[in-house]
């Protein structure tokens, strides 16, 4: 059997909220993580930037990013994202979907529908 789907995220997140009733209101079985509550593992989020790319994980737009150093901001480099993302994780975008074959970053519906096969 497959592994189960994961959504990593943060409980109160807005775009969370939307993807978890998203995936409720479709039937679709998956664990959730928080990342700001259950901590997150450093070798999984290593999976992620392999996959996604650690600039595709940074959310420059929220209030993590604003908040941090200017000069860790502008010398923003792999590894450094790493420690930053591991010290703060709610910098990270989200919802991140994985679904066990693909990992999604954000929530659409559509994007949902396409990786559900719902309408």
């Not at 996959?51 to 595709?56: D, F, H, N, Q, V």
């Not at 860790?72 to 703060?88: F, K, N, S, T």
Request: aromatic share 10%; glycine share 8%; net charge neutral.
């Amino acid at each position: 059997m497959s592994q189960p789907i994961r959504l990593y995220g943060i409980r109160n997140c807005d775009s969370m909220k939307k993807a978890r009733a998203w995936l409720d209101a479709q039937g679709v079985a998956y664990q959730f993580h928080d990342y700001k509550t259950q901590g997150l593992d450093e070798a999984l989020l290593r999976e992620w930037i392999s996959a996604l790319g650690w600039e595709t994980l940074i959310n420059r737009r929220g209030q993590t990013w604003r908040k941090l150093d200017p000069a860790v901001r502008d010398g923003m480099d792999e590894a450094q994202a790493i420690r930053v993302m591991l010290d703060h994780p709610s910098i990270i975008r989200r919802p991140l979907l994985d679904t066990g074959e693909q990992r999604h970053l954000g929530f659409s519906e559509t994007d949902y529908a396409a990786i559900f096969g719902s309408s």
